[in-house]
Nanobody
Framework: QVHLVESGGGLVQAGGSLRLSCAASGRTFSYHAMGWFRQAPGKEREFVAAISRGGDTTVYEDSVKGRFSISRDNAKNTVYLQMNSLKPEDTAVYYC?????????????????WGQGTQVTVSS
């Protein structure tokens, strides 16, 4: 098991930036591919980005390509989501998730452990 805690959410104006962090503890962090998902009010949770165990492979949902960047620091047991050029439609609760000994994937059911989420609100 790996315990995940997100931070860095908040209120930002459209066009602004935020950096989310997800700190992991428990099972060795570098054994996990990591993903970010989000859930807007009244909508299903959706994939945002994922990164491989070593950080050399990334996957993005189309609507965030070129605006969001996922990265990780295995020495700090942390995965990040840098979000630039934010839009009101990016408003959601953002979750990080860990997938043990796997390649990065957009499949939600592949992820074994989830954080509690952090709220991101983008005002127009």
């Amino acid at each position: 098991q790996v315990h995940l805690v997100e931070s860095g959410g908040g209120l930002v104006q459209a066009g602004g930036s935020l950096r989310l962090s997800c700190a992991a503890s428990g099972r060795t962090f570098s054994y996990h591919a990591m993903g970010w998902f989000r859930q807007a009010p009244g909508k299903e949770r959706e994939f945002v980005a994922a990164i491989s165990r070593g950080g050399d492979t990334t996957v993005y949902e189309d609507s965030v390509k070129g605006r969001f960047s996922i990265s990780r620091d295995n020495a700090k047991n942390t995965v990040y989501l840098q979000m630039n050029s934010l839009k009101p439609e990016d408003t959601a609760v953002y979750y990080c998730a860990a997938d043990f000994l796997a390649a990065p994937t957009r499949r939600e059911l592949a992820y074994d452990n989830w954080g509690q989420g952090t709220q991101v609100t983008v005002s127009s």
